[in-house]
């Protein structure tokens, strides 16, 4: 191969020395990343985490996973959890962007992420728009299994305003 490299430097029958093509430039200047996989041993310590109530641990393990390559059932449980984690180590903005991204374009937890943004919103002190999640579980997700729950809380609005 080294004897191949070098003759292709050298001039040629008609004494011109051969150009490197333009295909070869592209490879020679476009080096891939290689695609970093899903870690499923760091997604199981973050769950574990979680489930004892290390929120910190659970964080920092749930950030660093690649979640492009996780299923989706499983990126909206990390999503989910990693909302709540925020949630319980008192971050609400960041609990909030990912229960609206769930909400957004989630297809499994809608409805919980519906719930946990009224919560959120009331215990934030802003119950109009703790109504408007909880509004939105009743009339778009009339079977779910927050459905009483959030009848319920809408309920209690007449209390928090």
Same mark, same amino acid.
């Given at each position: 191969?080294?004897?191949?490299? /070098? @003759? %292709? ?14 295909? &070869?430039? !592209?490879? =020679? ?9 899903? /870690? @499923? %041993? ?14 910190? &641990?659970? !964080?920092? =393990? ?100």
């Amino acid at each position: 191969l080294a004897e191949m490299q /070098n @003759r %292709s430097n050298l001039p040629n029958q008609r004494g011109h020395t051969p150009i490197s093509s333009p295909k &070869t430039e !592209l490879v =020679k200047k476009t080096k891939t990343k290689p695609i970093q996989e899903f /870690n @499923r %041993s760091t997604y199981m310590a973050g769950v574990f985490a979680y489930q004892r109530e290390d929120y910190q &641990t659970a !964080l920092s =393990k749930f950030l660093s996973l690649n979640l492009q390559e996780a299923p989706k059932k499983t990126v909206e449980n990390i999503l989910y959890w990693t909302a709540d984690a925020y949630q319980q180590t008192g971050q609400y903005e960041n609990a909030l962007q990912l229960l609206n991204k769930i909400s957004i374009t989630g297809t499994l937890r809608i409805d919980d992420a519906l719930v946990q943004k009224g919560l959120l919103h009331r215990k934030m002190g802003n119950e109009s728009l703790a109504i408007i999640a909880f509004s939105n579980v009743v009339s778009q997700h009339p079977d779910s299994e927050y459905f009483r729950l959030a009848k319920m809380e809408l309920k209690t609005t007449d209390g928090h305003q």
